[in-house]
């Protein structure tokens, strides 16, 4: 079983609708989990971090951590084309190394 | 504030060569981390630095891998003996506390 497990993708959704991504882990001492975006041959951009419980919102974006169901989650509402991406779930313990899912790739149809 | 820039952007090289690859972090960021990305997966841990000090090194790691931060600022990746199994995508990010921020990426192909 792999750290950080993404739902397998890809995911494809209408423009204008929520996407929603899925992220669970397997250290439960974890402590700062972030999202990233990838587009094809570039590197990983910072979307949103979140370090409590609960939901965080970042325009578009609101990530949401359940640290008891070791479980993260992010929603892109209104979602447009230029969205389209990989989006990376990313796992920390003490400012250290960051253990990575897969990503899920998101495709965004107009 | 400039970004993350690591240099060369993309290097070619032949197996059994060296190759060596810089990273610039943000400034004052104190923290360095190396990942090794391939198609399809996700960043994989190398190794990080605090300042000078190398405070973790993956397991998976070969003895073929060697990076330094001699000054805490820039650092270097060096790959000896390079495999065809060691083309990635070789990405560095830095740090102040615990969000990390990614340099482009040096794209390693070796032939």
């Known amino acids: 079983q792999k750290e950080v497990e993404q739902n397998s993708g890809p995911l494809s959704v209408p423009e204008g609708a929520i996407a929603s991504l899925n992220c669970t882990y397997s250290?439960?001492?974890?402590?700062?989990f972030f999202w990233y975006r990838q587009y094809s041959g570039k590197s990983p951009e910072l979307i949103m971090s979140?370090?409590?419980?609960g939901d965080k919102e970042d325009g578009r974006f609101t990530a949401q951590l359940n640290k008891a169901s070791q479980y993260v989650s992010l929603l892109i509402r209104d979602s447009q084309p230029s969205d389209s991406a990989t989006y990376l779930c990313?796992?920390?313990?003490?400012?250290?190394?960051?253990?990575f899912g897969d990503g899920t790739t998101l495709t965004v149809k107009p | 504030d400039t970004g993350v820039s690591q240099n060369p952007r993309h290097k070619i090289t032949k197996r059994g060569q060296n190759v060596t690859f810089r990273c610039d972090p943000i400034?004052?960021?104190?923290?360095l981390y190396w990942y090794r990305q391939t198609l399809g997966q996700g960043p994989e841990f190398l190794t990080y630095?605090?300042?000078?000090?190398?405070?973790?090194k993956s397991r998976l790691l070969s003895d073929r891998f060697s990076a330094e931060r001699p000054k805490g600022s820039f650092s270097t990746l060096e790959i000896q003996r390079t495999e065809q199994g060691d083309s990635a995508m070789y990405l560095c990010?830095?740090?102040?506390?615990?969000?990390?921020?990614f340099g482009p990426g040096t794209r390693l192909l070796v032939l």
């Open positions: 990010a830095s740090s102040f506390r615990e969000t990390q921020y």
């Open positions: 250290d439960r001492v974890s402590q700062s």
């Open positions: 979140i370090y409590s419980n």
């Open positions: 990313a796992v920390t313990l003490n400012a250290g190394k960051s253990t």
């Open positions: 400034s004052e960021h104190n923290r």
């Open positions: 630095f605090q300042n000078e000090a190398q405070l973790e």
